[in-house]
């Protein structure tokens, strides 16, 4: 029994929501998405609430996930998803040149990072990296790009990490000291 498709998605004031044939276009105050949804779901609006209900039980794997889908683009319309980076290492560094971004890494070359549209990087201090978009999958992936680049060390610490993100260092040679 899903209870996450079965919980009612509140619309907030000054979110406008069509219900469309395997999509719900949602637009509010931050942009405009249309996000598809599983077939054998369907979404109803009534009394400011946006309610998914499966046609048959065999649909019930994809309740939840429809449910979600369609919450997080309602919340991204009028919040707007972040993910924040640190790059750790000396002379590591970034900085925003037009719809680039250019890294420092320790290669030998500079890295450099085209901006998707709808995606708006910021960069504080040079080390660190804050991605925002109203797409959370967009941001997501954006922001694991950005790690993918240089992932952290397992013996130094030095990459572009998540904040907050809790790193296993490991020993190195035992000889050394």
């Excluded at 922001?143 to 790193?167: C, H, I, S, W």
Aim: charged share 25%.
């Amino acid at each position: 029994m899903s209870r996450i498709g079965k919980k009612p998605i509140v619309v907030p004031k000054g979110v406008t929501i069509k219900v469309l044939d395997g999509a719900v276009e949602v637009q509010g105050p931050k942009g405009k998405l249309k996000q598809a949804y599983p077939a054998g779901i369907n979404f109803e609006l009534a009394d400011g609430q946006l309610v998914a209900r499966r046609e048959t039980p065999e649909h019930a794997k994809f309740h939840g996930l429809a449910r979600s889908l369609v919450a997080n683009a309602v919340k991204g319309v009028t919040e707007g998803f972040r993910k924040d980076l640190d790059i750790v290492g000396v002379g590591y560094r970034a900085e925003v040149k037009g719809k680039q971004v250019v890294l420092a890494l320790g290669y030998s070359h500079p890295v450099v990072f085209d901006i998707p549209t709808g995606i708006d990087v910021a960069i504080d201090k040079q080390t660190h990296i804050t991605v925002t978009g109203i797409d959370r999958q967009q941001v997501g992936q954006v922001a694991a790009n950005f790690r993918r680049m240089r992932k952290p060390d397992p013996y130094k610490q030095k990459g572009v990490r998540y904040t907050g993100e809790v790193l296993k260092k490991k020993a190195g040679k035992t000889g050394a000291k």
